[in-house]
């Protein structure tokens, strides 16, 4: 039986994100290497129920099972740790009835879910940060860099970085940021691996 990985993004099935690149990576991974996905999106739309049996028969084809959480944003900050504490209870019980043997956080909120999993279960976790969440949110103006908010998510962010074991960078410019904080003093450091974002032209 090939292993199991749980495959954690906080955004939905339908977002064009997902579908030209998640559910590729995941496809090619499983017809390469025989590895089977849970998938466990977020999801701002919901579908009918004769949607989502058709994509998770699809996807199923594909080594690929399909778990949805609706996400929240109203109030943010609420909304978003609602969906921490969510995401975290399901990925528990995804963990014990599927036998997953990795994590696999697609940015810092699946982060934040696959950390606390590991601490409850033991099972690694990839940190496939994209890029600096936080600092994101600050530079499109939705959070104040100078806020108590930000101070506590940055702690929050290295902890993950911290608790990783293995982390994924779309430049080496972003593991050069990661390194010059000096987390791991006195500590094993995790593998820092630059993948970039890739196109299928097929």
Excluded at 136 to 154: D, I, M, P, Q
Excluded at 165 to 180: H, N, P, Q
Aim: hydrophobic share 40%.
């Amino acid at each position: 039986m090939p292993d199991t990985i749980l495959y954690i993004s906080y955004n939905g099935i339908k977002e064009p994100l997902v579908r030209s690149q998640v559910l590729n990576y995941l496809e090619g991974l499983h017809t390469t290497e025989g590895y089977r996905f849970v998938l466990l999106t977020f999801d701002k739309t919901l579908l009918s129920a004769e949607e989502q049996l058709a994509l998770r028969d699809q996807l199923s084809a594909q080594g690929i099972e399909w778990v949805s959480l609706p996400y929240h944003n109203n109030p943010k900050l609420f909304g978003t740790m609602y969906d921490v504490w969510a995401g975290t209870r399901a990925a528990l019980q995804l963990v014990k009835t599927h036998e997953v043997k990795l994590l696999h956080a697609r940015s810092f909120v699946p982060a934040l879910i696959a950390r606390k999993v590991k601490h409850r279960t033991g099972r690694p976790f990839i940190n496939d940060i994209r890029g600096f969440w936080l600092d994101e949110k600050a530079y499109k103006g939705s959070l104040n860099k100078g806020s108590v908010l930000f101070k506590w998510g940055k702690r929050l962010e290295k902890s993950c970085y911290i608790a990783s074991d293995a982390i994924i960078s779309l430049s080496e410019a972003g593991l050069d940021e990661i390194r010059s904080w000096g987390l791991w003093e006195g500590r094993k450091q995790p593998p820092l691996v630059m993948i970039p974002t890739c196109v299928y032209l097929k």
